[in-house]
């Protein structure tokens, strides 16, 4: 008697099950390193810590956390550093954040299922290289002031390497799927710890030192120009111009991220200045092409179109971004709106009193009160409300007018408040001027 055949298909062998390494280069992070490694303790099939020379309790702390720990001598290349961690992972998916990021159990979850399917389907495993991921930068107080993208997540192939030695990037060789509903949190950029001086010229030394190597390098041009122009000074800020253009303006390619360094300094740079007002313009039509989930600029052209007079054009953009605040299942992808959303409803009061829309006009006008109300004892909002009304060429006297909405202007301690946040943010006549009203009003 024959036996029948069996009707089961010969699919090959498995594909491998997921495995996630856990990846990151460190130095003297012993307040942040438990942390850095707890968030992924329960899914990473491995956990690889390169040590770069800390003099603290790093290394101690990541080995009683069960991490492999390796050593590498820094030799100021940080693709050099993370790729030699990246050699050591031997899962098939790399996840490499530093030790001030971390992903909340919700997100890792999600990011887990979603490895699982990508690693199910050969399809998604040729297509896809990594996942693109919203990147929150959280201030001092654990809020969140901008929202970008990053991607940290990796199949774990050899051609799939960091290159350059400072701001370092994977090349990716196909697609980025984009999963920017997981969400990377940062707290390296809080207030306390952001623009060290010493840190900064050291970027500056080894970006110039990377831009001698190769001067048509427009990624070199736009990270130093990011270093440079931290240094405050209008000097800086020149030359930091000058670098940004010159990334921008280069036949190499480079990724919209990076150019976005550029965007965000020129337009609101140029956008104040009625001799550059039309450059400004362009490159806000130039970051939208390129960016189109950036919303910022969108509230920059809209900025620009109320000051030409341009209403309805500037109404259209500003519904853009309030309905990305209010429609989107993530955070919009900001710098500007994400930390003073007030000055997205003072625009829109301005577009919808100009287009003779009176009700709007008056709705726009009452979140503007509402939120200053709320938010009238932090510069944060403050400042930023400031700046605008000073760069669409607000008088003192119609300033005053509209703060006497929100502060007791008879209020010494009010009007000081409102003198140091002008001062820290650069409007400096405005500063003196309510700081000698303050003084009147102490003198008598």
């Known amino acids: 008697m024959s036996k029948k055949k069996s009707k089961r298909k010969n699919t090959g062998p498995p594909r491998p099950s997921l495995r996630l390494s856990q990846c990151m280069i460190v130095k003297n992070e012993e307040k942040n390193i438990e942390k850095a490694l707890s968030w992924a303790k329960d899914v990473a099939f491995e956990q690889i810590v390169v040590d770069t020379g800390s003099t603290d309790r790093t290394v101690e702390l990541a080995e009683k956390m069960g991490a492999r720990v390796y050593h590498f001598e820094w030799i100021n290349d940080f693709s050099a550093a993370k790729n030699f961690a990246m050699d050591k992972a031997r899962g098939n998916w790399i996840a490499i954040l530093d030790a001030d990021e971390y992903m909340s159990q919700d997100d890792v979850k999600e990011m887990i299922s979603l490895l699982k399917k990508i690693q199910s389907n050969p399809q998604h495993l040729r297509e896809f290289d990594a996942l693109t991921c919203s990147w929150v930068q959280l201030d001092d107080e654990g809020k969140a002031f901008a929202v970008?993208?990053?991607q940290r997540i990796f199949q774990n192939r050899p051609d799939l390497r960091y290159e350059g030695t400072i701001h370092e990037a994977v090349r990716v060789k196909n697609k980025l799927l984009n999963a920017e509903n997981l969400r990377i949190m940062h707290t390296g950029y809080a207030q306390?710890?952001?623009?060290?001086?010493?840190?900064?010229?050291?970027?500056?030394?080894?970006?110039?030192d990377e831009l001698k190597r190769d001067s048509t390098n427009p990624h070199t041009m736009l990270y130093l120009a990011d270093s440079i122009k931290a240094g405050g000074t209008e000097e800086s800020r020149l030359e930091a111009e000058a670098l940004y253009l010159a990334g921008l303006a280069s036949e190499k390619p480079t990724e919209p991220a990076i150019r976005r360094l550029a965007y965000d300094f020129l337009i609101p740079r140029f956008m104040i200045n009625d001799e550059k007002a039309d450059e400004a313009m362009k490159l806000c039509d130039a970051?939208?092409?390129?960016?189109?989930?950036?919303?910022?600029?969108?509230?920059?052209?809209?900025?620009?179109?109320?000051?030409?007079?341009s209403y309805k054009a500037a109404m259209k953009d500003l519904l853009k971004c309030e309905q990305a605040f209010m429609n989107s299942t993530t955070a919009p992808e900001t710098r500007v709106l994400m930390s003073c959303p007030v000055l997205l409803f003072y625009q829109l009061s301005i577009a919808a009193s100009g287009s003779g829309d009176k009700d709007n006009e008056i709705k726009y006008d009452t979140i503007v009160d509402a939120m200053l109300t709320e938010?009238?004892?932090k510069p944060e909002?403050?400042?930023?409300?400031?700046?605008?009304l000073f760069q669409q060429k607000k008088t003192g006297?119609?300033?005053?007018e509209r703060l006497s909405k929100i502060y007791d202007l008879s209020d010494a301690k009010e009007l000081m408040f409102i003198a140091r946040t002008s001062k820290d943010y650069g409007i400096l006549l405005f500063a003196k001027m309510v700081m000698e009203?303050?003084?009147e009003l102490l003198g008598k």
């Open 148 to 150: 970008l993208t990053q």
């Open 192 to 208: 306390t710890a952001y623009g060290a001086a010493d840190k900064r010229e050291r970027n500056i030394r080894m970006l110039r």
């Open 287 to 309: 970051a939208i092409s390129e960016l189109p989930n950036h919303i910022d600029y969108y509230y920059f052209r809209a900025f620009l179109s109320n000051q030409l007079k």
């Open 375 to 377: 938010g009238k004892d």
């Open 381 to 388: 909002v403050l400042g930023p409300f400031l700046t605008t």
């Open 397 to 400: 006297v119609e300033v005053f």
């Open 437 to 439: 009203m303050a003084g």
